[in-house]
């Protein structure tokens, strides 16, 4: 039997208990995190894991809540290179998210994610990123995609695991594409309702390169599989569930790279009278920053 290691326990800690989001707050970083945040319709869980247990990885991982409550941002960016030099790309990208945050268009926010990263690609380095913004009073959900692995959807009717398509693209255009490539790449968000139930996955692509016992390549209809053997796991047990499969089936898996999940859940609920009447005001103090770079 393999031995129980400090940097890839064959068992997941326990979960952390849910804490409410605030309103105009921005959270987020690429260090070692487990945290379960709940908002106006939405429950976010958010695990990463940067590779060799080391203070800072390469992916990059924010979430974002509105003067009211009813727009929710989240971010996740798998960025080539580790440590300092991917800390000071991800103190970008929480301005960018900041700036954004009452936005409930993400179009404006993918250009100019996608002119941060310019420079890394002029220096050959490399970047992938799904965004994901979910607006209560529609209980919508739009994902942009650039050139990330699908996410993954489970509608809670049918119990099942999908991909989440990607949007048509228009003759000529360039979609899809990782960040900085090219300036004129177009970053359309797919959307999608969400009931109550319904649960949407993101994950870096140390999932999705996993392997299972006889060392073929999961990719996104492998990893699916995988899910749908879980069964009806409750939402706050999926993602340690999910992580001790990958490493059951093959020890290698989730051994060479940073590992971030992402698992929003729709709940229905809606921003209270009190949020929505204190809006303004939120508006006039700024947003609240309770980044994990600084701490």
Known sequence: MKAETADHPTQAPPTPPTQRMQCMEVWGGNRQVERAFEMPGLEVWIYSQPHQSAAGGGDVYYVSSCASGRITRTLLADVSGHGEDVAALAGGLRDLMRRNVNVISQRRFTAAMNQEFGELAAHGGFATALVSTFFSPTQSLAVSNAGHPLPLIRRHDSGQWLPLSEVPSAPGSITNTPLGVADEAEYPGLETRLRPGDQVLLYSDALSESRDAEQRLLGTDGLRDVLQSLGSVAPERLIP?????????????????????????ATGSQPSWKDNLLAPWRLIGGVNDATSIDT
Not at 244 to 251: K, M, V
């Open 241 to 265: 569930a999910l992580l001790d499969s990958l490493r059951a089936a093959n020890p290698q898996n989730l051994a060479d790279d940073d590992v971030t999940v992402v698992l929003l859940r």
